[in-house]
């Protein structure tokens, strides 16, 4: 799921939501985009932020924060907070469930004092299972949140959890108290979620067994809110018609080529050859469209590049370059705001991200940049070795599959820079 898509639910999140995002080791990209909108949208909405700190490097959290907000104004102002888990947790060398119990409260507290709406807070928890008892730890800190801060503190919270690091039954537990699950880059209300007792004298399978049938018969019949408004907009995206698509589309291209005469042609190359290493790949009708569309419009960003530098002939300075580079987050947010553009926006942005996370605006890699991204990346590249430039000729096809299989795990996913050599490039 995309980034707008989290965002949207995100939006929904009020105080009092309990969640928790379970990923495994390959989740990187997701897990950024979960964080990233739940802060966000948590600033839009004037309340308080920590960020704890966990498996990801922050780095990738913050340049994805600041497509959309002004990270280093929200941290200077104390409205954003980001914290080792040393400094959150465990301050004195360990975690102590109550005492994080009473920072929270502390700081809810303290966040309405200043003059924010409410305190949000997400952290890493996976990290506490270093401890012998550390699993008993956690659960011990989920219940008190449940039992001591949700619906008695202005307080929305995302635990997370990498469930490589925890057995089935751990994870089960994890499930039943939280009321909001994350998983696979969508949120859910949870069915299973089991309110909190005394569990003194109590037959707990019953009790368990008992809570997931009520919890199932009131999830069947109460609409999840989650659910309606996205799901209707899906659906209405899946069916647009394909002429205003292509309209739109063409739209931009013609505005960009006013700017930047190389491009249009250079776009639409792009778009074929992308297009055709989608299809002999055999993905979806769906995401072959996509990556068509993402390769028309992936350089308009480049109409608010200064034309002095698109158009300079000699090597671009540092100054220049780093200029150059916002092109693709410039894009992002054109099209991000066109109901009819949106799903490629993300594709777009990450059309010069690297294999080896040398790329940019966010420096993520591997896996973690979209399949379609990838594809595109390519197809530029090609494109642009085997086309004239001012300050060069046009590369052979063989010098440039040259050159890609030298960057081939480098610049570009390394099974599609082969396939594509072997199916596409050679074939051209």
Not at 86 to 109: H, Q, R, T
Not at 112 to 120: D, H, Q, R, S, T
Not at 190 to 205: A, G, K, R
Request: proline residues 2%.
């Amino acid at each position: 799921m995309n980034f707008n898509y989290l965002l949207e639910k995100m939006n929904q999140i009020v105080a009092g939501d309990h969640m928790v995002l379970l990923y495994d080791d390959k989740d990187v990209n997701m897990n950024i985009n979960v964080i990233a909108t739940y802060i966000i949208s948590r600033i839009n909405k004037n309340e308080k932020c920590f960020y704890i700190d966990g498996e990801i490097d922050i780095e990738l959290i913050l340049n994805r924060l600041r497509i959309s907000i002004d990270v280093d104004q929200a941290i200077k102002s104390g409205q954003l907070s980001i914290l080792s888990k040393n400094d959150a947790y465990s301050k004195e060398g360990k975690f102590v469930p109550k005492k994080m119990i009473s920072l929270i409260k502390k700081l809810a507290l303290d966040a309405i004092e200043e003059g924010y709406n409410a305190f949000a807070i997400t952290g890493e928890i996976s990290w506490v299972l270093d401890y012998e008892d550390g699993f008993e730890r956690i659960m011990n800190y989920e219940y008190l949140l449940n039992d001591q801060i949700f619906g008695f503190y202005p307080v929305s919270a995302i635990c997370r959890y990498n469930i490589n690091k925890f057995s089935s039954k751990m994870i089960k537990n994890v499930i039943e108290v939280h009321p909001i699950i994350i998983w696979n880059g969508q949120v859910h209300e949870n069915p299973f979620y089991f309110s909190i007792v005394n569990t003194e004298n109590l037959d707990i399978q019953k009790f368990q067994v008992e809570s997931m049938l009520k919890a199932i018969e009131e999830f069947t019949h109460v609409k999840s809110r989650f659910r309606d408004k996205i799901e209707i907009q899906e659906n209405k995206y899946q069916k647009l018609q394909l002429e205003v698509l292509q309209n739109m589309i063409v739209t931009l291209t013609d505005l960009l080529e006013i700017h930047d005469v190389y491009t249009k042609n250079h776009s639409q190359k792009v778009a074929t050859i992308a297009r055709l290493i989608a299809e002999k790949m055999g993905l979806s009708q769906q995401s072959i469209s996509q990556i068509y569309y993402a390769g028309l419009v992936h350089d308009i960003g480049k109409a608010l590049i200064p034309k002095s530098i698109i158009n300079k002939n000699e090597k671009l300075t540092y100054d220049e370059y780093e200029i150059v580079k916002t092109h693709p987050t410039i894009a992002y947010k054109a099209l991000v705001n066109s109901k009819e553009l949106n799903f490629i926006a993300n594709i777009v942005l990450e059309h010069h991200e690297r294999w080896d996370g040398k790329g940019y605006p966010s420096g993520i890699k591997g896996d973690a940049i979209r399949l379609e991204s990838r594809i595109l990346a390519l197809a530029d590249s090609y494109d642009a070795m085997t086309s004239d430039r001012p300050y060069r000729k046009a590369f052979t096809t063989q010098k440039a599959i040259i050159e890609i299989r030298e960057n081939a795990g480098k610049q570009f996913d390394p099974n599609i820079a082969i396939f594509a050599i072997e199916n596409v490039f050679n074939l051209m």
